[in-house]
């Protein structure tokens, strides 16, 4: 028994720590997002084209492969988040940076939805079309994170998920109150503190857990806001206790293990999944495998395909090109990369280029407006 505790302890202490793997190139975190960007385009195939009301067949406990990829989402945007404003507590460059990632693409594909494909796809002729004041109401809708349940006016009607143009935005106003919560949280120098990030995140598990008792009727956006905050301050709490955090695969088959123990029990599974996902993008993430560096490299094209794969497989069932959900994977997964990467090599990344200089004039005119 003494010599199977001494060959433990000397393989956990080889594991490589999290802020060691932090510190080394060529990280696999830009794939893992085009993952879970494929993961949610896989189960919004089948709401597509079976309908709103039909559950998704790619599930486990009742947890989809969409939601799971969503919730996988929001742990690895805590921990790069949360690294992110630790490296560098500029908050006006922190800002500029996380508009110029959400914003610009989304704006895009808000103006193309309204004044290009909307008028293709909507059963109200031009005139109608064009005089609806939804037509500039969904863009607005976007731009502020409202209600973005919804599209340009009498779009898709026929489909078995009508008027919707893209079900993955509403997603997009819980990160963005995520980035506003880790600047918060940097400020008064609670994100510095590894004690008072853990019981932070232990706090949002319990408020989780509490609401899905069902006791208190509560809005829908309370419910989610406690599902993100549990994965997203995940993330966080990794980051803060990186050089604790062992990057092992033994460690991560046995949180596995537990995690399918309480798969009957809704709320705890979905709580002890959180920590499998966390395993995977961390294991996943820092594994060297050939060609590592080259593919470490690759385009950034995740954002793309998570606001456009809906609306492309929507339009693929409208136009009667695919009314399966296989047919339609098989169609819409190569469609959705190439919006992607257009997205992301026409948009995304030449405005990102431009959050120093966006920063430095915010700068300027916040200087601009101080008394002499």
């Known amino acids: 028994m003494k010599n199977y505790a001494i060959i433990l302890g000397n393989y956990w202490h080889k594991c490589p720590t999290l802020g060691q793997a932090l510190q080394t190139p060529g990280n696999l975190f830009t794939p893992m997002r085009m993952f879970f960007a494929l993961g949610v385009l896989l189960g919004h195939s089948y709401v597509v084209n079976l309908g709103i009301d039909q559950p998704e067949p790619l599930s486990l406990f009742g947890m989809t492969i969409s939601y799971v990829a969503v919730n996988g989402f929001f742990i690895l945007s805590g921990l790069l988040i949360t690294r992110s404003i630790d490296r560098n507590p500029d908050y006006i460059r922190f800002f500029s940076a996380r508009a110029l990632r959400l914003f610009p693409a989304m704006i895009l594909m808000a103006i193309l939805a309204s004044f290009v494909v909307g008028p293709l796809v909507s059963s109200a002729t031009p005139r109608e079309y064009f005089s609806d004041p939804l037509v500039w109401r969904y863009i607005l809708d976007v731009i502020s994170f409202g209600d973005t349940s919804g599209g340009p006016p009498e779009i898709f009607f026929n489909n078995p998920a009508p008027f919707e143009w893209s079900a993955s935005l509403w997603t997009l106003r819980y990160e963005a109150i995520a980035y506003v919560g880790t600047a918060i949280l940097a400020a008064i120098g609670i994100s510095r503190s590894r004690t008072a990030m853990l019981a932070l995140f232990v706090l949002s598990v319990s408020l989780f857990l509490f609401v899905r008792l069902d006791w208190v009727a509560l809005p829908d956006a309370f419910l989610h806001l406690t599902r993100f905050a549990t994965t997203y301050l995940l993330g966080a709490v990794l980051y803060c206790y990186r050089d604790q955090v062992r990057l092992s695969w033994l460690l991560g088959i046995a949180i596995t293990g537990i995690a399918l123990l309480f798969g009957p029990v809704m709320a705890p599974f979905e709580i002890m999944l959180n920590f499998v996902l966390a395993a995977i993008l961390l294991l996943a993430g820092f594994a060297k495998i050939p060609g590592r560096l080259a593919i470490s490299k690759m385009p950034d094209a995740s954002y793309g395909v998570y606001i456009w794969q809906w609306p492309v497989m929507q339009t693929l069932w409208h136009f009667d090109i695919a009314r399966d959900p296989y047919s339609t994977m098989l169609i819409a997964i190569p469609i959705t990369i190439l919006i992607g ?32």
């Open 341 to 372: 990467l257009l997205s992301w090599y026409a948009v995304e990344k030449p405005i990102l280029a431009l959050k120093d200089p966006v920063a430095g004039w915010i700068r300027a005119r916040l200087q601009f407006f101080k008394p002499a």
